[in-house]
């Protein structure tokens, strides 16, 4: 498809204060705290509304499928909402990330409050609130976040960089919640309580909310991109840049891996209480096996830029996949029994998987540039809103995979204990989906982003061009 010519040329601002380690620390400060309610729901809300609140599993897969619903609507309004937004005085994302900090944390403290007393369908109808609010406040913080690297520095290096302090913060807030949060909800007999939930939620709220401020105050849009009223050919309206979003295999690509690869990282996460508690027998290993993908990332990271260097994004997170996708078949095929043999097995597929991790941002950024190389504008907020109604996406099938998988297997809600065919069937379904994520994130980066080391230095440098032409 030919290219389009670009309608909104890019200007550097002058006077602000250059790219440096305050822009990073500040970004990294942000997926600190999205990241740290985003694991908090992820990895244990289905257990507080089974083991806690008394709802059945299957009503909470029901209810993450009704979300997610409600999300495909909601994310894009966003985006649109987003982008239509004039650069202000404090920038044209910043303000988004401060405001919109606070309902979320209100959103977050609710939606692990137990309230006594409500009858099953209140209760339904309270989750149901809480949780498509909390939703909603994240949209408005998380996609306004995702797009403000794209205005902090117009250079390729420094971009990377914000994706690799990006991924620290992800993975000190996995970090905080995986040793924190037991030790919250967990009791001495390895059941959970509400005032522990309770307790956590309000401590992550609060650092989320310091963590945004931060993020507000440290951060600097320094690249403006500017409405060309000159600019000659059809001008192109919501429908065209949905069609555009269609046609951009790099975002389809990175969103199809994204879907693949979150399933697979993700739902070991939501059922790990499950696994450790009932399976293992014994919960308190939850922390550690928490810290084991933390850890592995942390190991890959110095060498990431050098593999990026020699084969590119995309060459690197594909190939190391093959890892990932080899520990878990092991998995899933041989009968493990021992916790320290899984998690050793665990650790390696970690390995493998940290490096999509790392890239991930930088392989969206380059998708939205990629966007911009096809339809000629800066679409900064629908690109990225699209790319986070994937993740959404992930989380409504995770809670309806496990949930429904759950009452499948005959899980039984606020029992104490559960049968051996139970706990075989939890241990078979914290393998054998991550498997499949696995294939999906590989056969994804490999046969659809198209984006490969040579292509992308190739667009980037018609993109200069264009800017340099449209000045």
Same mark, same amino acid.
């Given at each position: $498809?030919?290219?389009?010519?670009?309608?909104?040329?890019?200007?550097?601002?002058?006077?602000?204060?250059?790219?440096?380690?305050?822009?990073?620390?500040?970004? $990294?400060?942000?997926?600190?705290g999205n990241g740290l309610l985003f694991g908090f729901i992820t990895s244990y809300l289905m257990v507080f509304y089974t083991d806690v609140f008394g709802i059945s599993a299957a009503a909470v897969g029901t209810m993450m499928i009704v979300a997610r619903v409600w999300d495909a609507i909601n994310d894009p309004m966003m985006g649109i909402i987003v982008d239509k937004r004039k650069a202000g005085k404090s920038g044209k994302f910043r303000p988004f990330i401060l405001w919109g900090s606070i309902p979320l944390a209100i959103f977050a403290i609710l939606t692990f409050t137990s309230v006594p007393g409500l009858s099953q369908n209140l209760k339904l109808v309270y989750a149901y609130v809480t949780y498509i609010g909390f939703g909603m406040a994240y949209t408005a913080v998380n996609i306004p976040y995702g797009s403000l690297s794209t205005v902090m520095t117009s250079d390729s290096v420094e971009r990377t960089s914000l994706s690799t302090f990006r991924t620290i913060g992800s993975m000190l807030a996995n970090l905080i919640a995986m040793v924190l949060t037991p030790m919250l909800i967990f009791n001495a007999e390895g059941g959970v309580s509400a005032e522990g939930f309770f307790k956590a939620a309000i401590i992550y709220a609060i650092i989320s909310t310091v963590c945004c401020i931060l993020t507000y105050r440290l951060t600097t849009e320094r690249v403006k991109h500017t409405e060309n009223e000159n600019a000659n050919g059809p001008q192109i309206g919501l429908l065209g840049s949905i069609k555009m979003l269609v046609k951009n295999r790099a975002l389809l690509g990175i969103m199809m891996a994204s879907f693949g690869m979150l399933l697979a990282l993700m739902l070991p996460m939501s059922l790990n209480s499950y696994l450790f508690k009932d399976y293992f027998k014994n919960p308190g290993l939850i922390t550690i096996a928490g810290l084991l993908g933390v850890v592995s990332s942390f190991m890959i990271m110095p060498f990431t830029g050098k593999f990026v260097a020699k084969f590119g994004k995309k060459e690197t997170a594909a190939s190391t996949l093959i890892l990932s996708i080899g520990a878990y078949l092991v998995l899933f095929l041989v009968p493990i029994t021992n916790p320290y043999v899984y998690m050793g097995i665990y650790f390696i597929s970690s390995i493998g998987a940290g490096f999509f991790n790392i890239l991930t941002w930088a392989l969206v950024g380059d998708a939205i540039d990629y966007q911009e190389y096809l339809s000629g504008k800066r679409e900064e907020g629908i690109v990225y809103a699209s790319y986070s109604l994937v993740r959404k996406l992930v989380q409504a099938v995770i809670g309806g995979l496990g949930g429904f998988a759950l009452a499948f297997i005959g899980y039984q809600s606020g029992a104490a204990t559960q049968t051996p065919e139970v706990a075989n069937g939890i241990m078979k379904i914290i393998t054998g989906i991550p498997l499949v994520g696995y294939v999906i994130g590989f056969v994804s980066l490999l046969f659809i982003y198209d984006l490969s080391k040579?292509?992308?230095?190739?667009?980037?440098?018609?993109?200069?061009?264009?800017?340099?032409?449209?000045?």
């Open positions: $498809m030919e290219a389009r010519k670009l309608e909104q040329p890019i200007e550097q601002v002058e006077s602000v204060k250059p790219f440096g380690t305050k822009d990073r620390l500040g970004y $990294m400060f942000g997926d600190l040579e292509k992308l230095a190739a667009m980037h440098a018609e993109l200069e061009k264009r800017r340099e032409e449209a000045k």
